[in-house]
T-cell receptor, first 113, second 115 residues
């Protein structure tokens, strides 16, 4: 899992609540990403950021929001508008070189009660 | 649009036997291909990647993958499977564009190695 930390490891949320998932990296990577993983499925991109104070929507951005105020931090907020938020959330980072590898954090499992 | 497919949801192999996890891709241009492994409740760990050059790429934990341009495949292989190799494996493809280094992932293949 390298120099990427995610917290908390497990998170429980009541319906109607917003929650924020933390992602921090000390790899000096410019790009950071958020993915969602559902049981038996692959990864789907929620948001990504290539530079501080800038980010773009991925394939499933509805009901989520992000910020990138610092290079090392890319928090994800799961809002009450996200209809099915129960999932495993993975943060990744990479340099911007064409052949650079994305490295992943350990993940946060979010369960809506 | 680029895509990647892993045709097998699960692969079963006996310990000590060779293993293959299949991956095919579709891109318009030169692909950059990656393999990751995921253990239960963990993040993805990078195994290996193909950028250019030798079609046989060697990676971590004794894994290797063979790039075949004519068959648009990038199968993951290991000569002798270990029980500890049991995990979920993901193939991913990237085509550089102005939007950044986005990865498109396959659906994953669960590898079960039995003693």
């Amino acid at each position: 899992d390298g120099g990427i930390t995610q917290s908390p490891k497990y998170l429980f949320r009541k319906e109607g609540q917003n929650v924020t998932l933390s992602c921090e990296q000390n790899l000096n990577h410019d790009a950071m990403y958020w993915y969602r993983q559902d049981p038996g499925q692959g990864l789907r991109l929620i948001y990504y950021s290539q530079i501080v104070n800038d980010f773009q929507k991925g394939d499933i951005a509805e009901g989520y929001s992000v910020s990138r105020e610092k290079k090392e931090s890319f928090p994800l907020t799961v809002t009450s508008a996200q209809k099915n938020p129960t999932a495993f959330y993975l943060c990744a980072s990479s340099s911007l070189g064409t052949t650079d590898t994305q490295y992943f954090g350990p993940g946060t499992r979010l369960t809506v009660l | 649009a680029q895509s990647v497919a892993q045709p097998e949801d699960q692969v079963n192999v006996a310990e000590g036997n060779p293993l293959t996890v299949k991956c095919t891709y579709s891109v318009s241009g030169n692909p950059y291909l990656f393999w990751y492994v995921q253990y239960p409740n963990r993040g993805l760990q990078f195994l290996l990647k193909y950028i250019t050059g030798d079609n046989l790429v060697k990676g971590s934990y004794g894994f290797e993958a063979e790039f075949n341009k004519s068959q648009t495949s990038f199968h993951l292989k290991k000569p002798s499977a270990l029980v500890s190799d049991s995990a979920l494996y993901f193939c991913a493809v990237r085509l550089y564009n102005n939007a950044g280094n986005m990865l498109t992932f396959g659906g994953g293949t669960r590898l079960m190695v039995k003693p």
